[in-house]
């Protein structure tokens, strides 16, 4: 992306100053939640993972005194985690000579925010075992329980090749994550040797067979991309958003540990 800054008049006094990382919450994101009803036949794994889970938990950055002034001013809302960054680093210093100044400073082409469209949970998105238990032999009822036998890494990503894909994923994380209050990554991993407790009964003459799944988000929307401008007349700032354009984009992010169970027993192996 373009970050080379284009100076229309003359020299301003631009510095960058510390970053504020305050979690909270840019009033451009607001976003409704969605009551999502986990299944009784999905378990939560953090406690028995053999492999803990890194958080990709992104916080959202309060904006500083001069950068809520400026995405005020905004024509277009902007919601990008990185965007905010930058103008969280930035400080103009006013001065009693400002009359008559002018400057246009080009901050780069950005996708500035994601609205989503619809939010849904696919329990059973990707397989990452099977266990099994032979009684057709058996005389009695039979146990068995969830047994993770080999390390599984799930990965999810965007449904679509689009512009600056590492800013819309941050964006359509962080609005998946609000809507379903589900603990989400683009990427899980279950750890060999992970097991659960509850039992499945398997009959005599039986073949037992219980699946694991991991369950993951579907999250669609649309991203809304613009050239970026910060602009000064006197003592006025202001961010001008020029050729904005929108494009849908879908994206399938993993659930943190949680495994979807589903079992059946069979006359012959399966």
């Known amino acids: 992306m373009l970050r080379q800054l284009t100076i229309v008049t003359f020299a301003i006094f631009l510095s960058f100053s510390g970053l504020h990382t305050t979690e909270a919450k840019n009033k451009e994101t607001k976003t409704p939640s969605t009551t999502v009803q986990i299944p ?21 950055l309060q904006p500083s005194e001069l950068s809520q002034e400026l995405l005020e001013t905004s024509n277009v809302p902007i919601q990008n985690p990185d965007l905010i960054r930058i103008l969280n680093e930035t400080s103009i210093s006013k001065t009693p000579w400002a009359i008559g100044f002018r400057a246009t400073i080009y901050l780069g082409q950005w996708p500035l925010n994601y609205e989503s469209e619809a939010t849904s949970v696919n329990w059973q998105y ?14 009695s009822q039979q146990q068995m329980h969830y047994n993770q036998e080999s390390q599984s890494i ?89 050729n904005v354009t929108s494009q849908g984009i879908g994206a399938w992010i993993p659930v943190q540990d949680y495994v979807s169970l589903s079992f059946g027993s069979y006359d012959q192996p399966r």
């Open 40 to 60: 009784s036949s999905t378990l939560h794994i953090a406690k028995e993972n053999t492999n803990p889970n890194t958080s990709q938990d992104t916080p959202y």
């Open 126 to 139: 990707q397989k990452v075992n099977t266990n099994h238990y032979d009684n057709r032999s058996g005389k």
């Open 154 to 242: 799930v990965k999810g990503g965007l449904t679509s090749r689009i512009n600056e894909a590492d800013h819309v994923k941050q964006m359509m994380l962080l609005t998946a994550s609000k809507k379903t209050n589900l603990t989400l990554s683009f990427q899980t991993i279950i750890g060999a040797g992970t097991k659960k407790d509850q039992v499945y009964n398997i009959a005599p003459k039986k073949v037992g067979y219980l699946y694991a799944y991991t369950p993951a988000v579907h999250e669609k929307g649309k991203v809304t991309y613009g050239e970026v401008y910060l602009t000064m007349k006197g003592s006025k700032r202001m961010i001008v958003v020029k």
